[in-house]
């Protein structure tokens, strides 16, 4: 066995093209102890994908297919082989097209099997780029170890199955050989293709560190680090060096799309390192997610997550009655609603809702939720918000910290603020047009200025 074992994952940009895949392979290659390698499938794929689900017009469907199937057969024609990996990525791309011919709308089985294909697709192809340089690969059907509930579109694992497979089918081979396997996708006990939700590779790389016990968990991505806030809107936007992983999971439910929101539960389930590094710019410094950072600043980073619906429930009835909150969270549940932001008064409960990250059936569990709520309440929807949060240390116990945020957005709408709750998270919401401008500004006067003054 190796010293360390180390989990790999690499996203949809780090599978982009050839030249991309071998660059990955490169990184690999070089680390002996890189076991278990999980791969997004290429990029812009699994939207395109996602379009064909949605899309009700033929000619729509079969280009988008046309441009799935053409991208992967020359991949896979690019590497000139002896036609084994082209036999074998011409068969991956006939059951697509079974799979989009016998497509029935709104069956959210049917969108998880037809999403699982960018994955599969990818990784039989990385697995030969990975192959020449190290003859040591063998590919992995994630489904035969990410065993998951029903839940489709966003299925959850069931932790203890994967020890037991990983025990079965990945241990005894990481001995000798490194396994390529696909992120986002598993499937039910009964073999039918569950997805994890958008995003959802970062999660996979995590549930098979955690299932193998590895000891580090390496994200692969576009950018060098995980930053103080997205580089695509500040552009002086500073790479984190250390971060905790209560830290990062807030950011990452938050919205920085770097990590899925879910990746560090099994890595802090098992206390496992995370890395988050460039694979264009493998020798930049990276992030480091661990249980204990040596500085922990008050705002380490802040991000934005859109796309939010706020929900207001309001009942006179309820004036100095128990048990509103109880009857409201009891509908919610009942629908499977998961609420991110909750402030109250005396006769009403403001609420917020993630809408961008619901599926289809989500959103129609919202409106039969509300239609319910509305028996005994006025409910008032507002859409077209931004979600900001502040993320750090100790927030909740910081004197003197809403009134310099604040200040600075005198003339925003802030419609709802959470701050208390998490030491590690102040919270509000704007209207999304002022969101990058917002942040832009917080960012400016708590990061880029701080780090100023320290320096000088
Ligand atoms: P991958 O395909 O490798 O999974 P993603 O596109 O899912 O990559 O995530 C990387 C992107 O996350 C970056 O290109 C960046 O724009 C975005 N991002 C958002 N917030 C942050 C942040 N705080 N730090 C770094 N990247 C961030
Ligand atoms: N391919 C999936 C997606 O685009 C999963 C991932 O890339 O993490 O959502
Ligand atoms: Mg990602």
């Not at 598993?186 to 939700?197: A, I, K, R």
């Not at 991505?221 to 500073?238: L, M």
């Not at 005396?346 to 569990?365: I, K, P, R, W």
């Not at 925003?412 to 917002?438: M, P, T, Y």
Request: negative net charge; hydrophobic residues 40%.
């Amino acid at each position: 066995m190796p010293d360390l074992i180390k989990v790999a994952k690499f996203g949809g940009t780090s599978m982009a093209d050839l030249e991309a895949m071998r660059r990955c392979a490169k990184i690999v290659a070089a680390d002996h102890d890189k076991k278990v390698i999980v791969v997004s499938a290429t990029s812009g794929t699994t939207n395109m994908l996602t379009h064909i689900f949605n899309s009700s017009s033929e000619s729509e469907r079969t280009s988008f297919l046309k441009q799935i199937q053409e991208r992967h057969i020359t991949l896979a024609h690019e590497l000139e082989t002896d036609g084994a990996l082209v036999t074998k990525v011409e068969k991956i791309l006939e059951d697509l097209e079974r799979a989009v011919d016998a497509l029935e709308a709104e069956s959210m089985v049917e969108r998880d099997h037809l999403l699982s294909f960018g994955e599969r697709l990818s990784s039989v192809i990385f697995a030969e780029v990975l192959n020449e340089l190290t003859g040591d690969v063998i590919w992995l059907d994630a489904r035969e170890v990410i065993i998951t509930d029903d839940f489709h579109g966003s299925a959850e694992p069931h932790i203890s199955k994967l020890a037991e497979k990983a025990e079965e089918k990945i241990i005894p081979i990481i001995k000798k050989n490194r396994i390529v396997s696909q992120g986002f996708i598993g499937s039910t006990e009964d073999g039918v293709t569950t997805t994890l939700g958008r995003g959802g590779s970062d999660y996979s790389a995590a549930l098979f560190a955690e299932a193998i016990e590895a000891d580090v968990l390496e994200i692969w991505t576009d950018v060098t680090a995980i930053y103080s806030t997205d580089p695509r809107i500040v552009s002086d936007a500073r790479p984190i060096t250390e971060i905790t992983f209560d830290e990062a999971a807030e950011l990452s439910t938050f919205g920085a799309k770097v990590l899925h929101p879910a990746t560090l539960k099994p890595a802090i389930r098992k206390i496992v390192k995370v890395y988050v590094g460039s694979s264009i710019h493998p020798d930049k410094p990276g992030t480091w997610i661990v249980k204990q950072t040596r500085e922990n600043p008050v705002i380490r980073a802040i991000s934005l997550r859109r796309d939010q619906t706020l929900i207001t429930i309001h009942s006179l009835d309820m004036l100095h009655r128990f048990g509103y909150l109880a009857r409201i969270f009891e509908i919610l549940a009942k629908y499977k609603i998961s609420v991110d932001l909750v402030t109250t008064s005396e006769v009403s409960v403001s609420l917020t809702l993630d809408t961008g990250a619901q599926s289809v059936n989500q959103s129609s569990s919202v409106n039969r939720a509300i239609e319910e709520l509305r028996t005994f309440s006025d409910v008032r929807l507002e859409k077209g918000l931004t979600l900001i949060a502040l993320v750090g240390n100790k927030l909740h116990a910081t004197a003197g910290l809403s009134g310099p945020v604040f200040g600075e957005l005198q003339n925003i709408n802030i419609r709802l603020i959470c701050h208390g709750a998490s030491s590690h998270n102040l919270c509000f919401l704007v209207d999304e047009r002022d969101a990058e401008g917002v942040v832009r500004v917080l960012h400016k006067k708590f990061i880029t200025e701080k780090v100023k003054t320290a320096t000088t």
